[in-house]
């Protein structure tokens, strides 16, 4: 039997690249854009379609594009945590 395909929502952030690094979008309560480096402060979008269409409404200039949030978080902690 065939399974459906359709894309399951999941959290979202909306990011953007500085140098070697990422911030991400947090809107305050005016819905103003404010960019952090830890993508927990970010805004969760509740799908990678509402992420890709903030990311849209951004000035072009920014580069931002929609990430997975779990994704983000893990590479996150990961370049967090020092090396041994």
Known sequence: MLQSTAARPYAAVVSKSIG???EYLR???QGAPVWVRDP???TPFPSM???ARAALRLPSALRAF???LDVELDCYRDVAQPVH
């Open 27 to 29: 809107l305050d309560a």
């Open 20 to 22: 070697d690094s990422a």
């Open 49 to 51: 379609k509402d992420a």
């Open 40 to 42: 927990s402060f970010a």
């Open 66 to 68: 929609g990430l997975p």
